[in-house]
Structure formats: C-alpha cells, structure tokens
C-alpha cells in the first residue's frame, strides 16, 4: 500500500459545541446561509455567542457583494468568541445527491480552507457543514469534509492544524471512521 503523510498532529476532532472550544483557533467555520442574516443550528449558536459584531459584517457584506453564493465562504470579525475570525461557509440543500451537492459541499471545505491560508491562520474549526437544517447525509457529508481538508492539508502549509467539532453521535463517529481510515495507513 502506498505510504501517505502521517496528519495526525495537523487534523483533529473534537466533540461538543464550537463556540465553546477549549483553545483558542484563528477561525471558526459557520454553517451558513446566503443572506449571512443568521438562523438556528451552528449559525444560531455563533452569533449568540459572539454577539452584535459578526451580523454587522456580514450586512456590510452582502450590501457589497450580494448573497454569498452555496460553496462560497467569507471571513468576519468574531466579537466576543475565542476566535480571531469566523469563516461562513454555505453549505448546499440535501436534494437527492443529483444537483451537484457533493461539488458544492466540497467547494465549502475548499473555500474555507482557501481562506485560512490566506490569513495564515494556524489552526481552524469546522462543524458538519450542511448535515442539520440542510439534510446531507452524515456518512457522505463526513467523508468530504475530512477527505478535502487531508488533500488541501497535504499541499498547503497553512492553516497548520484542522479541528472538526462535532456536536453529535452520528457526525463524530463518521468524521472518526473517515480520519481514522486515513491515519491507519498513513
Ligand atoms: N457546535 C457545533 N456543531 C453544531 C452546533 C454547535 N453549537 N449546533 C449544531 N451543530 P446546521 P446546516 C451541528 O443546521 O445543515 C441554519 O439555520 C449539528 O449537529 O447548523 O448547514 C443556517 O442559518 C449539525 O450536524 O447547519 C442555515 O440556514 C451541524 O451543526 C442552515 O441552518 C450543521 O447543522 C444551514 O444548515
């Protein structure tokens, strides 16, 4: 089998809810939507938790450049979350697997990470992006988001560490069995 790079400092997976990390990241990753007006979910607990200052932004934003298409991300302030930034991230709608949803969700990570790079920030947080409100099947939606994050991590310095912040069951086990899967043969 083919010898591949050992990540294991580099990708992670914590449990629990994202903003309430017990370290401090560069970003956190939002599971957002076009308006980035906010909504439930992650995209709810963000905004609570880092206050008045992330919605601000992201009017400016979308003032600016209009409702940020699915696969796109843009990057905020955080207000009061332990984080420099927080990335949003729109993830697609579950419609069936047929309408590009694998591209779209993959483009998220893609995009996300893109940024980060940009920023040179050196560790970031993802949650299971599109598999709550938008009904991504857990088992596929994990499978692209640690599959994406390993290729970008492989050619790209920085971010230097990947954090996946899992808030159930279903979503930490398969991100487990998709890293896992990977750092056994590496
Ligand atoms: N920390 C980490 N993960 C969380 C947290 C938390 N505090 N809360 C929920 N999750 P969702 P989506 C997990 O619905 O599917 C919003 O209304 C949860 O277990 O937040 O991308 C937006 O405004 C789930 O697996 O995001 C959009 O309109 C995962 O986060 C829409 O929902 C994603 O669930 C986006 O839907």
């Known amino acids: 089998m083919e010898q591949k790079e050992d990540l294991s400092d580099r990708i992670w997976i914590e449990k629990g809810d ?36 992330i919605i601000r932004e992201c009017s400016m934003i979308i003032e600016e450049d209009g409702p940020c298409p699915t696969g796109q991300a843009v990057i905020t302030a955080a207000g009061n979350l332990q984080a420099r930034f927080v990335i949003h991230a729109v993830g697609p709608v579950w419609q069936g697997g047929k309408n590009n949803e694998a591209q779209d969700l993959t483009n998220c990570y893609r995009n996300s990470l893109l940024i980060s790079r940009k920023y ?67």
């Open 18 to 53: 994202i903003t309430q990390l017990r370290f401090k990241v560069g970003a956190i990753v939002n599971a957002a939507n076009s308006s980035l007006m906010g909504g439930g979910g992650v995209d709810g607990a963000i905004h609570r938790a880092g206050g008045p200052d």
């Open 120 to 186: 040179m920030l050196r560790r970031i947080a993802f949650p299971n992006i599109s598999t709550g409100a938008y009904k991504y099947p857990k088992d596929e939606a994990a499978a692209i988001a640690v599959h994406t994050t390993i290729d970008f991590l492989l050619e790209n310095e920085y971010p230097l560490a990947v954090i996946f912040c899992c808030f159930d069951d279903e979503n930490y086990n398969w991100t487990k069995y998709y890293l896992d899967n990977y750092l056994k043969q590496a």
